[in-house]
């Protein structure tokens, strides 16, 4: 929305319903587009989305969760908030994945929830849930508004608190007669938060101790975490690596907030990462952490994590920094101040090139692991999803693509086997590691961004969880890819019980009650296609980024493919197994 | 000096609905565990404090001190370092006293600056606002004579005046 449509929503002032007031709201914070599902307790704000002149879009989807995570494949693609919208109780509860979703990877979303009317709270009422109850340890902030007249306040806070220090989901539960009181409607600029600050706490006194840190080091690493995305630090923090020379690795959540294909990347660390990311963080006697936060599939044991490294710690929340590794220098604030601080103070010392000089063999070695022990598959009958995700990344090569994953191997290969090259185009459910979450998300993203060619990725398991939104795709003519990678088997948790439970399958085996998905897409009036060999995969992936409609691509892989390198659950991130070309296991260490 | 690993956090807070299970459910759902919480209005009538006793490492109480700090309807938080600070518990306790125990019962409690508030014929009620640990060493006199129920309303706790310099709640700096 242009910033003068958003002065005029700004301007209006009236008398009107609640519902009203919401729409109007809305509008003021510039939302262009929301997601959502009518019911009883939100009925008046449905009422007044066709009763008055409005130029929100709303999109109507197939189930609650769907509409969460539209929001959020939106709001991560795009930057701005996502909105999602649910009735009471069962419409409301079908939010909390994606709210989850959203605390746990930081996205900005809004959830709108009706509420049963205030005079029937608390007493079991007809589709009555406590939502803000319910939501409580998942949301940066919730609101169950209790006046008509506060609506319009506390829809700004929302959008406030969503979108500014760390982002997060902010949820507003509205009772159903609040919505049909008439109001005096005004926009309200000003906050009354006396606990929140838009002026986050900064700590930028530790800029000197870091460039010391960093003049001191030997093997210096740059570990990024999502935050860089969220913080829109990725110039700087391209600057900063090139001033520094040394090598950066990029955890799940920050694909792409460091190009794959710089000369310092060295892509993925942890759990699947790159035997080379995880080696250069194991050898390393600094990380500079910038926006990431030490999670566990990232550094493995933690104790074992990075074990002679000094840590030098940016984020935006004081509560990351120390959380699960000490940190020696604490850089606390907005990364766009932060990131050229320290290039500033660093470039700025007598002895730099002394230091890049002294850190050269480092960085040598680093680029030759990365030389000698690439991400690689093994070709046999069968057809590999690698060269599937392979084969999309050369045919979309040098156009604007978003790349969206369910949850599992595919999700893993798609970030080993991808080249992203930068922010936003990358979209995945990492912290709270949400099957289902691809479908949605990929729709989110591509309404956000229409001109982009929007591939999902997506395992059988993960897509049989949302589905049902491709007739949300197919009514809005929303022309994602979604490659089902159709092994037949919830293959991560296959994975797990080959390598670590004695190859007992566990409830884990789907063959036999998969529907035919090209009957299914078809039905749902997709684009279906399907491949099952190499010599198969290149015409329709053609032919599906042609097409631009929605489309469902069955590949039929191998499903004893499994994702290497790994380090197993509880090992140290350096201790990584592997499958060697003569198929025995190997140790691979530092 | 307090016991090693035992904290006081005076929280304050925006007088809301929902606030005490905001903060309360952060303790749990981050593992710590709360030993005794008191909630009451300030000078404001908008603003509560909460104060909050836990038993937990330095590191935990910095980590619990940051995420009370990211809760919006938490305007700031204080960690309530015993030397610098009075605390203060108020406990009602109904002691067994027969007629050849009273006096010496309510002797005892004239030591404590306890108050008998009512009597029946076999048993005194006291109440007594005092330092948590005397009302502690209160109770453990009292207990040979019996003690039918007992309750305490959790610690409260204030900067020293001498201290604060007329300052209201100075907040306490948590450095990484």
Known sequence: ?590 | MATPGHHTLSVLVENRPGVLSRVSGLFSRRGFNIESLAVGPTERHDRSVITIRVDCTRHSVEQVVKQLDKLIDVIHVLEVLPDMAIERELLLVKVQADAAHRLEIMRMAEVFNARVVDAGAESLLLECVEHPDRLAALEELLSPYTIVEAVRTGRVAMTRASIANGESRPPLRIVG
């Open chain 1, 1 to 590: 929305m242009s910033s003068t449509t958003i002065e005029q929503a700004r301007q209006r002032t009236g008398r009107m319903l609640g519902s009203e007031a919401i729409i109007r709201s809305l509008e003021a914070e510039g939302v262009e587009i929301c997601w959502g599902i009518p019911g009883g307790a939100i009925l008046p704000l449905y009422d007044a989305f066709m009763a008055i002149d409005h130029s929100i879009e709303h999109v109507l989807v197939r189930h609650e969760q769907g509409a969460g995570h539209m929001a959020q494949g939106y709001a991560r693609a795009t930057g701005n908030v996502g909105v999602c919208i649910a009735t009471s109780g069962p419409g409301a509860t079908n939010l909390v994945t994606p709210i989850a979703d959203a605390f746990l990877d930081s996205t900005p979303l809004v959830a709108i929830t009706g509420q049963v009317p205030t005079h029937l709270i608390g007493t079991d009422a007809f589709q009555e849930a406590d939502i803000t109850g319910i939501v409580m340890p998942i949301v940066k902030h919730s609101f169950l508004v209790q006046r008509a007249e506060d609506i319009p306040k506390a829809i700004h806070e929302a959008f406030h608190i969503a979108s500014t220090g760390r982002p997060g989901p902010v949820l507003v539960d509205i009772p159903k007669d609040l919505q049909l009181t008439e109001i005096d409607f005004a926009y309200v600029e000003a906050v009354d938060l006396p606990g929140y600050s838009a002026e986050f706490p900064r700590q930028l006194d530790g800029v000197d101790a870091a460039a010391e840190l960093i003049a001191q080091a030997r093997k210096p690493v740059l570990y990024v975490g999502g935050g860089v995305i969220n913080g829109e630090g990725s110039d700087d923090l391209i600057l900063l690596a090139e001033a520094l020379q040394v090598p950066v690795t990029t955890t799940l959540l920050a694909k792409g907030a460091f190009p794959d294909s710089h000369p310092l990347s060295v892509q993925m660390p942890g759990m699947h990462g790159s035997k080379y990311a995880n080696w250069t963080i194991h050898r390393s006697d600094l990380l500079i952490t910038v926006g990431a936060r030490f999670d566990d599939r990232v550094t493995g044991k933690l104790d074992a994590f990075a074990p002679g490294a000094k840590i030098i710690h940016f984020d935006i929340d004081p509560a990351e920094i120390s959380k699960n590794r000490t940190a020696d220098v604490a850089l606390i604030g907005e990364l766009r101040t932060t990131l050229p601080a320290l290039r500033d103070a660093v470039l700025a010392r007598a002895d730099n090139a002394e230091r890049q000089e002294q850190q050269g063999d480092w960085l040598r070695d680093v680029q030759g692991w990365r030389r000698d022990n690439p991400f690689r598959y093994k070709k046999g009958e069968k057809l590999k999803p690698q060269y599937v995700i392979e084969a999309f990344g050369k045919a979309l090569k040098g156009k604007d693509a978003i790349w969206v994953t369910g949850v599992g191997q595919h999700q893993m290969w798609a970030a080993q086997f991808l080249s992203i090259d930068g922010p936003r185009r990358w979209l995945t459910s990492g912290g709270l590691g949400t099957m289902g979450f691809g479908v949605p998300a990929a729709i989110g993203a591509q309404q956000g961004c229409p001109d982009a060619y929007v591939v999902n990725f997506d395992g059988d398991g993960c897509f049989q969880m949302t589905l049902q939104e491709l007739a949300t795709a197919v009514c809005y003519d929303v022309p994602v890819i979604h490659a089902v990678m159709n092994n037949g088997w919830l293959g991560m948790v296959r994975q797990w019980q080959e390598l670590f439970h004695g190859e007992r399958y566990s409830e884990t085996n789907l063959f036999g009650t998969i529907p035919d998905f090209v009957k299914l897409a078809d039905a749902y009036g997709c684009l279906a296609l399907r491949a099952e060999t190499e010599a198969e995969v290149d015409a329709v992936v053609a032919e599906a980024i042609a097409a631009r409609r929605p489309t469902v691509i069955d590949f039929r892989i191998d499903h004893e493919e499994k994702v290497y390198p790994m380090v197993p659950s509880g090992a140290a991130s350096h201790e990584m197994i592997d499958q060697a070309w003569d198929n025995d296991w190997i140790e691979e260490g530092v």
